[in-house]
């Protein structure tokens, strides 16, 4: 079992920064990647950003060079860096880890992300 836990959402005007935290519990040493998602209203949910354990990152098109995604495993913790927010940045995020060998996912219970124009 693995426990998530995200943190930092908010409000923000565009062009502005908001870092999200995603505190992992449980069996950590079972995960293989690490992932951030958005879902807007009306929307499907996306992938934004994904940390593999051996480090390796991935970003949506619409992201890249905005946001980064980066870990802190004496922490536990993977975050999510937001620069240079725009409104159809709003959405509620979601942590996701997924198991190696399994692959089952596990879910956060999502942090809303409001960016005004």
């Known amino acids: 079992q693995v426990q998530l836990v995200e943190s930092g959402g908010g409000l923000v005007q565009a062009g502005g920064s908001l870092r999200l935290s995603c505190a992992a519990s449980?069996?950590?040493?079972?995960?293989?990647?690490t992932g951030w998602y958005r879902q807007a209203p009306g929307k499907q949910r996306e992938l934004v950003a994904s940390i593999s354990s051996g480090g390796s990152t991935n970003y949506a098109d619409s992201v890249k060079g905005r946001f980064t995604i980066s870990r802190d495993n004496a922490k536990n913790t993977v975050y999510l860096q937001m620069n240079s927010l725009k409104p159809e940045d709003t959405a509620v995020y979601y942590c996701?880890?997924?198991?190696?060998?399994?692959?089952?996912?596990?879910w956060g219970q999502g942090t809303q992300v409001t960016v005004s124009s």
């Open positions: 996701n880890a997924r198991v190696r060998f399994t692959n089952h996912r596990y």
């Open positions: 449980g069996s950590i040493g079972s995960i293989a990647s």
